[in-house]
C-alpha cells in the first residue's frame, strides 16, 4: 500500500509541475500515467546505472550533472509516451528541479 500511495504522490507531482511550466504539455489522464510508470521505471533500473558511470563527472561539477542527466532521461520518457511534449532541454531541467521540489512538498504533506 505505501508503494501505491508513494506512486499517487509522484503523479500528483507530476501534473503539478506540468501545469506550472509552459514548456511541458501533458495531452490526457491516461499519458500522465503512463508517464509516471516510464520514469519510475527509468528511476528505479536506469538512472541509478547512469549516476554510477557519471559519478566522476558529477563529482567535478559538484552534482550539476546530475540535474542534466535527469533532464535527459525525462526527455527520452517524454518521447516515448504520446500525448506528451517537452518544448527543449532546458523545460526538461526545469521539470526535472521542479518535479523534485513538489515532489518533496506533497510527501512531507503524505506524512503529517
Same mark, same amino acid.
Given at each position: 500500500?505505501?508503494?501505491?500511495?508513494?506512486?499517487?504522490?509522484?503523479?500528483?507531482?507530476?501534473?503539478?509541475?506540468?501545469?506550472?511550466?509552459?514548456? *511541458?504539455?501533458?495531452?490526457?489522464?491516461?499519458?500522465?500515467?503512463?508517464?509516471? *510508470?516510464?520514469?519510475?521505471?527509468?528511476?528505479?533500473?536506469?538512472?541509478?546505472?547512469?549516476?554510477?558511470?557519471?559519478?566522476?563527472?558529477?563529482?567535478?561539477?559538484?552534482?550539476?550533472?546530475?540535474?542534466?542527466?535527469?533532464?535527459?532521461?525525462?526527455?527520452?520518457?517524454?518521447?516515448?509516451?504520446?500525448?506528451?511534449?517537452?518544448?527543449?532541454?532546458?523545460?526538461?531541467?526545469?521539470?526535472?528541479?521542479?518535479?523534485?521540489?513538489?515532489?518533496?512538498?506533497?510527501?512531507?504533506?503524505?506524512?503529517?
Amino acid at each position: 500500500m505505501k508503494i501505491f500511495t508513494h506512486w499517487l504522490v509522484y503523479v500528483a507531482a507530476i501534473a503539478i509541475a506540468a501545469y506550472l511550466l509552459p514548456g *511541458v504539455s501533458i495531452a490526457s489522464a491516461t499519458a500522465l500515467i503512463v508517464l509516471a *510508470v516510464v520514469l519510475s521505471i527509468i528511476n528505479t533500473f536506469v538512472r541509478p546505472i547512469l549516476l554510477l558511470l557519471t559519478l566522476p563527472l558529477s563529482i567535478m561539477t559538484l552534482g550539476i550533472f546530475a540535474l542534466l542527466l535527469n533532464a535527459f532521461l525525462i526527455l527520452i520518457a517524454a518521447h516515448f509516451v504520446p500525448g506528451v511534449t517537452v518544448a527543449s532541454f532546458w523545460s526538461a531541467f526545469l521539470f526535472g528541479i521542479l518535479l523534485a521540489l513538489v515532489h518533496m512538498v506533497l510527501k512531507k504533506a503524505e506524512k503529517r
